[in-house]
């Protein structure tokens, strides 16, 4: 997926600085579902190309916009509020 892609899948830039990471500074995408317990999804950057996984667990990942489009209609329809 291209940068263009995850931003409009609504997903929300945030930039780590070098002091808040304790090493060098960086940036990924997040897009959170539900609020008491809020699901969320990462997107960041491999190889030129952004891959979308659940926060705290990486052994799920998407890498084609289609497959995220439908995921996020599935988590907003579906998720309890």
């Known amino acids: 997926m291209t940068e263009n892609e995850i931003i409009k899948a609504g997903f929300e830039r945030l930039d ?3 002091e ?3 090493d ?3 940036s990924y995408y997040h897009l959170e579902f539900g609020e008491n317990y809020p699901l969320c999804l990462m997107a960041n950057e491999i190889k030129g ?5 659940f926060l ?3 052994h799920f990942e998407i890498s084609e916009y289609s497959d995220l489009e439908k995921l996020i209609k ?3 329809r579906n ?3």
């Open 16 to 18: 780590i600085s070098a």
């Open 20 to 22: 808040e990471s304790g």
């Open 24 to 26: 060098l500074p960086y």
């Open 49 to 53: 190309k952004y891959k979308v996984t």
């Open 56 to 58: 705290d667990y990486d």
């Open 74 to 76: 599935i988590l907003n």
């Open 79 to 81: 998720l309890k509020k």
